[in-house]
């Protein structure tokens, strides 16, 4: 485990920046070329509910650093179950950790996804480095396309394995922008397309969160029978406004949420 919180997330970014390209050129327009100079509303990681490798696994990396549970979230559709940590640290990124809830997924795709998480070393799931350590098991195309039939997000997770999915903007925290439409025109101007799912902008000011995303990048995976260019991560956008009390609303918008893990659709 980590003892710097802040190393953990410089190495986070790192990692997400060599197949996210495009979150380094619009972290330019957002007005910084260093990374400190954005503040960073949340990340997400993603996994499995296998007990090796579950949502806990995962969070205690984050316990470790001080942060505790926050809400969590049921995606009925998608399989999945979320909690978000937080840190009483306001300029520290909340962190959203999602599991795909195998029993409510097919034999077959238990039967892969159970191949390629028994391939994890135990020793790496407690390692300083597993956040970002990305898979530790090998696939062949076939494998990614039975997945991916049925689960954008277990095929996602076995060609990319343990990484951020997203970094996420906090739009309050900008200096040069106000508004999160300000913030996709400008990347639409630039020529970055947007993830257009359930509306550019996901939320309204009245459940207190605005999001939108871009379209994750692409980038070559290798597979035990070739390389392949697959949507790697995407870049997201959060503004946040006011509960009654004043404070800035912490949480996460369920249906929203649900829209931004399309970003990451095979198109
Ligand atoms: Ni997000």
Redesign the pocket.
């Known amino acids: 485990m980590h003892t710097d919180v802040k190393e953990l997330f410089n190495q986070l970014w790192a990692n997400y920046l060599e197949v996210t390209p495009s979150a380094k050129k619009i972290h330019a327009i957002l007005g910084s070329s260093q990374q400190d100079d954005v503040i960073n509303d949340?990340i997400?990681l993603r996994t499995f509910n296998i007990e090796k490798v579950g949502l806990d696994k995962l969070a205690a990396h984050l316990l470790a650093l001080g942060y505790t549970e926050g809400g969590e979230y049921h995606f009925e559709a998608k399989k999945l179950y979320a909690k978000h940590f937080e840190h009483k640290d306001p300029t520290l990124p909340k962190v959203?950790i999602s599991e795909l809830l195998l029993e409510k997924c097919s034999e077959k795709l238990q039967s892969i996804v159970r191949t390629l998480v028994d391939q994890i070393p135990e020793e790496a799931i407690t390692a300083d480095n597993f956040l970002y350590s990305g898979r530790h098991w090998t696939i062949d195309q076939q494998s990614y396309e039975t997945l991916l039939a049925e689960s954008e997000y277990a095929a996602w997770m076995s060609v990319w394995g343990y990484r951020a999915n997203?970094f996420?903007v906090s739009v309050n925290a900008l200096k040069n922008y106000e508004t999160l439409e300000s913030v996709n025109q400008a990347l639409k101007d630039a020529g970055f397309p947007l993830n257009t799912s359930g509306g550019e902008i996901k939320g309204t000011p009245e459940v207190l969160l605005e999001?939108s995303?871009t379209l994750a990048d692409e980038a070559p995976v290798q597979f035990t029978d070739g390389t392949r260019n697959i949507p790697s991560c995407f870049y997201?956008f959060?503004r946040r406004y006011p509960m009654a009390n004043g404070q800035l609303y912490g949480g996460?918008v369920a249906a929203s949420?649900d829209k931004?893990f399309e970003s990451t659709n095979v198109r």
Do not use: G, P, Y
Request: glycine share 0%; no cysteine.
């Open positions: 949340h997400a959203f997203h996420t999001q995303s997201e959060a996460f949420a931004i």
